[in-house]
Nanobody, 120 residues
Framework: QLQFVESGGGLVQPGGSLRLSCAAS????????ISWLRQAPGKEREEVSC???????TYADSVKGRFTISRDNAKNTVYLQMNSLKPEDTANYYC??????????????WGKGTLVTVSS
């Protein structure tokens, strides 16, 4: 079965940084767009960012200028660099595959996530 493993979450103070990784197994990321999503307790799921096969990127307004998505196809991994973190960024972050190379494709596989807590 296709699998994603997210890592890099943890506890960080407001204003701090974290780099999340999303490693895929049993398939290659190369041909697909990949999204990072997050969900906080009691809140709806939110797409944070997406990167297409051709490295075009999109970001939620709430993270623009603070988060950067990137991909390393040779390592079969997608990253999310998060800077200037705020308490409202606290959530479970997970990556998901889009069904094609565009960020408009439906989500078809996703991981269990990594928890990010921003608190002093």
């Amino acid at each position: 079965q296709l699998q994603f493993v997210e890592s890099g979450g943890g506890l960080v103070q407001p204003g701090g940084s974290l780099r999340l990784s999303c490693a895929a197994s049993r398939f290659t990321l190369d041909g697909y767009a990949i999204s990072w999503l997050r969900q906080a307790p009691g809140k709806e799921r939110e797409e944070v960012s997406c990167i297409t096969r051709n490295r075009l990127t999109t970001y939620a307004d709430s993270v623009k200028g603070r988060f950067t998505i990137s991909r390393d196809n040779a390592k079969n991994t997608v990253y999310l660099q998060m800077n200037s973190l705020k308490p409202e960024d606290t959530a479970n972050y997970y990556c998901a595959r889009r069904s094609n190379s565009y960020c408009s494709g439906r989500l078809d596989y996703w991981g269990k996530g990594t928890l990010v807590t921003v608190s002093s």
